[in-house]
């Protein structure tokens, strides 16, 4: 049946029609708070009663997003049936001529996910209950170790083996350079998006290619062999660079390497293959499947990150996850904490649906954001455990929200000595 737009009908004269033609979209609006940092939600409403929530947060752009929808895909919702995901995804998609990009893809991602809200919220079953059921019961995460020196690093590494995280990603400063990727002032929550206008670090790769190796060998002699550790590069080498960052890592067998290099030239990552064994994650800036179709099919990464809110939602995640396990390539999404608690409970319904779930990053929100997305997740035992309640377990309270008005903010930018933009 082809799903022509409608006139918008009345709730009585969709009550007429009776519940099981569907779930008409009724009404649907962006809201965007700061709870410590921006969060974009879309809440689309139908005529059942029921509502679905999704996330639309773009760190550094979040109200490109917030106008994308208002003013070009919203118009396009109302009346159509809440049910008819893949063809309103497609008409998003296919509809908007211009195809892919963050904005565009967070923004459809935004509607997918409170589609399938609603979806599951109807049928009264946890999302993961509809993309195929349970592959497992909880979800291995990993928390971010970060220090300003190698000690202190180490020192925060164990406190989580002591919390039970299995896996512990290590970051830490740079001897010279006054602030880096990865680490933050608060050990527990790391939010890099810091000024009202980009904060510009200088950046030293030879300090940084000195310093990592010795972060490591620290760390194993600390941790034991037992902890999965992981490292971010961020997308700050060569890929000669990353191949012997990567051979030099090899004696404390990382569990990946990720973002090695930028991500735009897949070919990069054929050359550092050439030169390490170290496993290599990558695509939490990808957007589409179309970003990441030749790293998987020539097994050139071993874990992919793309995200449900900026690879299209649960429907395109789906489809990158299953077109990776036909290569033997593993799910390691992105979990920062720009990424709201919708994104994570959805995350963690899709990574619980799929036979080649990886690894779930997960930097903790803090309370205040909690408090505006209350939420089922749990952690156990370095798992983290989807809600069982009907839809994606998860909610946003606009009461707080709107305590929270938008505050604008960036992500830093990084210079080299010689005054050259670099990649942050
Ligand atoms: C990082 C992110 O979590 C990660 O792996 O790459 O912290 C990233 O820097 C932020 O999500 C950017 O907004
Ligand atoms: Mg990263």
Redesign the pocket.
């Given at each position: 049946m082809l799903h022509t737009v409608p006139a918008p009908q009345s709730p009585a004269q969709n009550a007429s029609q009776g519940a099981s033609q569907g779930a008409r979209i009724l009404s649907a609006r962006v809201i965007v708070t700061c709870p410590g940092r921006n969060f974009v939600t879309l809440k689309i409403e139908t005529d059942q009663g029921v509502y679905g929530v999704g996330d639309a947060t773009l760190n550094g752009r979040e109200l490109a997003v917030a106008s994308y929808l208002e003013d070009h895909v919203i118009p396009c919702l109302i009346g159509r049936d809440a049910h008819a995901i893949e063809d309103i995804w497609q008409y998003l998609y296919r509809g908007a001529y211009w195809r892919r990009g963050p904005v565009t893809m967070t923004a459809i991602a935004a509607v997918d996910m409170a589609l399938w809200d609603i979806k599951a919220k109807i049928a009264g079953l946890p999302l993961y209950q509809l993309l195929g059921g349970a592959c497992r019961e909880g979800m291995m995460v990993y928390g971010h170790a970060n220090g300003v020196s190698i000690e202190e690093t180490v020192e925060v590494a164990q406190s989580y083996k002591e919390k039970g995280y299995k896996a512990i990603r290590l970051q830490c400063g740079v001897p010279g350079l006054n602030s880096t990727y990865g680490v933050s002032k608060d050990k527990m929550f790391y939010e890099p998006a810091d000024a009202d206008l980009p904060t510009e670090n200088l950046w030293d790769t030879e300090a940084y290619m000195r310093v990592v190796p010795k972060l490591f060998a620290a760390a194993r002699e600390a941790l034991g062999d037992e902890p999965h550790l992981l490292h971010?590069v961020?997308h700050r080498l060569s890929p000669i660079e990353a191949g012997r960052l990567g051979r030099d890592l090899e004696p404390y067998r990382p569990f990946w390497m990720?973002?090695a290099v930028v991500a735009e030239n897949q070919d990069n990552f054929r050359l550092i293959r050439q030169h390490t064994t170290t496993p290599l994650a990558v695509g939490?800036i990808f957007s589409s499947l179309w970003d990441c179709k030749d790293l998987i099919q020539n097994q050139l990464v071993d874990y992919i990150?793309a995200t449900v809110v900026h690879a299209g939602g649960v429907t395109h995640l789906k489809r990158i996850a299953a077109f990776a396990d036909v290569y033997g390539v593993r799910t390691g999404c992105?979990g920062?904490t720009d990424l709201s608690p919708i994104t994570m409970s959805a995350a963690l319904h899709v990574g619980r649906s799929i036979p080649n779930f990886g690894i779930q990053?997960y930097m903790r929100h803090t309370e205040a954001t909690d408090e505006v997305f209350p939420h089922g997740y749990h952690f156990k035992d370095g798992l983290l455990y989807a809600s069982e309640t009907p839809g994606l377990g998860v909610d946003i309270d606009e009461e707080k929200a709107a305590k929270y008005p938008y505050q604008r903010a960036y992500l830093p930018v990084n210079r080299l000595k010689d005054g050259t933009l670099f990649n942050w």
């Open positions: 971010d961020h990720e973002d939490e990150r992105h920062a990053e």
